[in-house]
Nanobody
Framework: QVQLVESGGGLVQPGGSQRLSCAASGLTFSMYAMTWYRQAPRKERELVAGISTAGGTTIFADSVKGRFTISRDNAKNTVYLQMNSLKPEDTAVYTC????????????WGQGTQVAVSS
C-alpha cells in the first residue's frame, strides 16, 4: 500500500519560511518523480514544483520561482519543499505526489498539509 505523508504545514507570517516534508512508503521511491501541488480556496489545483528520480531535473511554477526549492533524499524516501519569502497568496493545501515524471499526471497522492500565510 503506497502512502505519502506530508508534514511541516502551519501558520507563517508573510516573508517567512517553511519547509514541507513528504515521507513515502510502499513504493520504490527512487523510481518515481515527485511533485508538490497546491490548492487554494475556490481555486484549481496547481503544480508547484517537481523533481526527477535522481534530482537532476526540477521544475517550478512561475509564481514560486526564486522563492521555493524542491529536493529529495532517496535514502530516506522523502521529498522536501523549502518555501521562502512566503506571501499570503501562497496559502493553500499542499499535497505531494509520485509519478513517472515531474510533468506527468501522478500515480499516487498524499492527503495534504495546510499552509497559511498571514500576519
Amino acid at each position: 500500500q503506497v502512502q505519502l505523508v506530508e508534514s511541516g504545514g502551519g501558520l507563517v507570517q508573510p516573508g517567512g519560511s517553511q519547509r514541507l516534508s513528504c515521507a513515502a512508503s510502499g513504493l520504490t521511491f527512487s523510481m518515481y518523480a515527485m511533485t508538490w501541488y497546491r490548492q487554494a480556496p475556490r481555486k484549481e489545483r496547481e503544480l508547484v514544483a517537481g523533481i526527477s528520480t535522481a534530482g537532476g531535473t526540477t521544475i517550478f511554477a512561475d509564481s514560486v520561482k526564486g522563492r521555493f526549492t524542491i529536493s529529495r533524499d532517496n535514502a530516506k524516501n522523502t521529498v522536501y519543499l523549502q518555501m521562502n519569502s512566503l506571501k499570503p497568496e501562497d496559502t493553500a493545501v499542499y499535497t505531494c505526489a509520485a509519478g513517472p515524471s515531474p510533468w506527468a499526471h501522478p500515480y499516487y497522492w498524499g492527503q495534504g498539509t495546510q499552509v497559511a500565510v498571514s500576519s
